[in-house]
């Protein structure tokens, strides 16, 4: 790398060139955080970037207009002035943008957006991207070392010698893989040092006491990460609120992951996440764990049920067919509602105050000052709408989110409830359902036919940020959200580690061909005669819930107080009019 590279970009870009920086970012702010909540952080980020490029008076009046609207914001001009003026390597251009991010010690999550948006189009690798955070990472951290830490790292470099040597033809392999995807523009950065990446410049930012300055900020003062985190003050009744690791490394970027529900076979709250690759920082939220796997228990039982009613129903055509389209559900059905409708509610009630919890957790920046990807599914999915929710009621919660993943989630689709998102979510809001999710219609049977659930159709907010993946190809019921969490993440392009994913998982069938499914599982379950008549009648009793191979529910895991107790706590801005609407109407 030249010396004039370390100096910084400035130094390499004519007056034309600057303006083309500037202008690129000053039109991307305001197509990518305009509304009122982040007009003061995008005027704050411009005037950050034109200090650093030293800019006249003349261009920066240019470029406060173009971020207040006016102009042309046209960026092909733009575009093309920079690879002229960089020999079209214009990564340089991300590597500047992430040092000028960094230099105050925070990493806000909508410069991140701003840096991916840039990225993709000067048609930099996200790959690059991410290769620059890391080295940041591992500049900070060699840098900010005590000497005894100094000694023992290189003390287990020795040893750890041999073993690279054996490892060296793997390593090559994967950095070859890694040059191929970004078609040769990583080979440098493979090849470079963390300091090289960094610059004189950008050293000098970072380094000596404003280097552990950094540090404390970005990854937090304790440096623990979320795994250290202790519930200081408890939201409503939880009992239980602790993050997990799902990976050990540190990142620029962390994701926390939210599971919906537990099963006596799955008790680990990471099981569906183990493919999981959107960071290398990533944790698990173990929450409520005795009343997620109650409800896992208790929607297992209810799917055998289901599957026994359909039966002597005698619905023709397709296996389940009647119950997905009924408007009156059969009476068979109605009369297990007793098992499934409480814990249920519970289960809301519970999911809402932990996401509370959660906006807690993150407003206080216990993981630093980073951005975070929440994801989830079910159950999780509501905790992280409630957290969503909470967030944009408070001030201080911009600029903490990156992107929010909510998969068959129990709460409203009402466009208007999910626009207050947009104070919070800097990057993307996806919200996954299925049309068939014939459970989640059951649980919300007693809510007005007009009542949108974002777990069972589209949410119509016409934003930037909102992307709605239409799941019924691929799940078939609630309970694959579980199951085929790996075929999910891939179809709505999230990254996975395994790309082989099994075949039984990665089958995408047409309507009719899961309704197929389903009766071969019917007929799978009629072969073995574990499944009986259940729930055939009022008079049902537990002996036959138990000839019929269902699990035997404690009724003291979740007692009357705990259900009367969360039903009270219950209210119609926290459930959406859900469940208990019908109810309390």
Known sequence: MSSDEQEGISLKLNDAGQFAYAGLVAVSLSELHSSQWHR???????????DHLECSKQLRDSMFALLGGQGSHDVDPLIHTLQKNLTNDCSLIIQDLIKVALVSGSYDARFRVLIHHVAWLLKVDQTITTLFEDKVIKYLEEHNMSEEEKNERRDKAKRQKRKRYLLIGLATVGGGALIGLTGGLAAPLVAAGAGAVIGGAGAAALGSMAGVYIIGSLFGVAGAGLTGYKMKKRVGAIE?????????????????????WLTEKHKDVETPWQQLAVSKEQYCLQWESRYLLEMGQVMEY???????????????QTVLAGLLSAIIWPASLLTLSNVIDNPWSVCLSRAAQTGKQLADVLISREHGKRPVTLIGFSLGARVIFFCLKEMSKRSGSEGIIEDAILMGTPATGDEKEWQSFERVVAGKIYNGYCRGDWLLKYLYRTTSISMKISGLAPVKWHNRRMFN??????????????????TILHIMGIPVRDRDIPCQDTHVSSGSDSHTDMAQMLTDHLSTDKVRKVGNSENDTEQNRNQAGIPKF????????????????????????????????
């Open 469 to 486: 993946v239409d799941l019924s190809d691929v799940v078939s019921g609630h309970m694959d959200y579980f199951k085929k969490m790996n």
């Open 302 to 316: 209810f799917f055998s049920a289901a599957l026994s009613v359909a039966t002597q129903e005698a619905l023709k």
């Open 554 to 585: 404690s009724e003291n895991k979740i007692t009357n107080s705990d259900i009367s107790r969360d039903i009270n706590n219950l209210t119609l801005e926290d459930t959406e009019n859900e469940v208990m609407k019908g109810a309390i109407q």
């Open 40 to 50: 003061k952080y995008t005027k704050e980020t411009l005037k950050n970037l034109l």
């Open 240 to 260: 239980e609120f602790e993050f997990k690791d799902l990976t050990k490394s540190k990142q620029l970027h962390i994701v926390i992951a939210v599971t919906g």
